[in-house]
């Protein structure tokens, strides 16, 4: 006797609008909480600097809110919980010692008027930039790692190494310099 194939499951209904408007508003609070902290530490910087079994966790519990919102069910509970392991990561991090980011910067000025910032570290990027929206904004290692892809980098580092305390004061480009040749137009 050959058995019919089971029917799918019914048990799956979709939420009432109130029910829609407190995961809405849960997820909300989540934001705002989130956005606080990150101002504070910098974006995903707390699980990094508190490592070991809280990060496993937090990031366990972060597949539980996901898994939660796809399905539209228990949304407002795993706010509730992973807001707690937010909470306990800044703890953690404040009794490992680690400060919060400090949106300090040195300010320079570029050759067409706007107003550069170089910060410390990658993290303090989005949060003087949050505050000063029109600078360009660097972290130290970015302008490294610009350095160390522009080629022509080696030869201002040996004419520094040669002539101690020189300065850039003007960049020519390749094209800049094959442009100005003594066709008159």
Known sequence: MVKKPMKPSKQYYAPSQMAM???????????DE????????????????????????????????????????DVEHQVD??????????????????Q???????????????????????????????????MVVYSVDEIGRLLAAWDESKTVDAVKAVFPGATVEKVKTRTEKELNDEIPF
């Open 21 to 31: 408007r407190r995961m809405q508003d849960a997820l909300h609070r989540y934001d």
């Open 34 to 73: 989130v956005s606080k902290v990150e101002r504070k530490w910098g974006v995903d910087r707390l699980i990094w600097v508190v490592g070991g079994d809280l990060r496993d966790r937090f990031e366990k519990q972060m597949l539980l809110l996901n898994e939660a919102i796809d399905k539209m069910q």
């Open 81 to 98: 919980v992973t807001l707690r392991g937010v909470a306990a990561l800044e703890q953690a991090a404040m009794a490992a010692g680690v």
């Open 100 to 134: 919060p980011l400090s949106g300090e910067w040195i300010e320079g000025n570029m050759p067409d008027g706007r107003v550069l910032a170089i910060v410390p570290n990658d993290y303090e990027v989005s949060r003087v930039k949050r505050d000063n929206r029109e």
